[in-house]
């Protein structure tokens, strides 16, 4: 049984940084797609960032170009530097394995962390 735990936020001013961790129990995150995703009461469920199995192709939502950073090596990592209020929400790391491009869609990944909550005040 594959899980996924996140770690890493917490409450934070604007234009603080973090950075979340996701580790993975029962299997290694070798060969998968892994992702962070993050969703505000009342909103869906929204991409952040992805990563490619080798690490070398990344994609980033709108909103965080620039600002994000994903990596990975045993785990899955999420700089978040110049946090901004609009930045608040629990965010979720997931994985999929057997896929070589990086999907937007929730419904493509397989495996999900429990949500980490990220708030930023202004």
């Known amino acids: 049984q594959v899980q996924l735990v996140e770690s890493g936020g917490g409450l934070v001013q604007a234009g603080a940084s973090l950075r979340l961790s996701c580790a993975a129990s029962?299997?290694?995150?070798?060969?998968?797609?892994l992702a962070w995703f993050r969703q505000a009461p009342g909103n869906a469920r929204e991409f952040v960032a992805g990563i490619t199995s080798s690490g070398l192709l990344t994609k980033y939502g709108d909103p965080v170009k620039g600002r994000f950073a994903i990596s990975r090596d045993n785990v899955v990592f999420l700089q978040m530097n110049n946090l901004k209020p609009e930045d608040t929400a629990a965010y979720y790391c997931?994985?999929?394995?057997?896929?070589?491009?990086?999907?937007?869609?929730?419904?493509?990944?397989?495996?999900w962390g429990q949500g980490t909550q990220v708030t930023v005040s202004s």
């Open positions: 997931a994985a999929v394995w057997a896929r070589y491009t990086i999907s937007t869609s929730p419904s493509s990944y397989t495996y």
């Open positions: 029962g299997r290694t995150f070798a060969g998968s797609v």
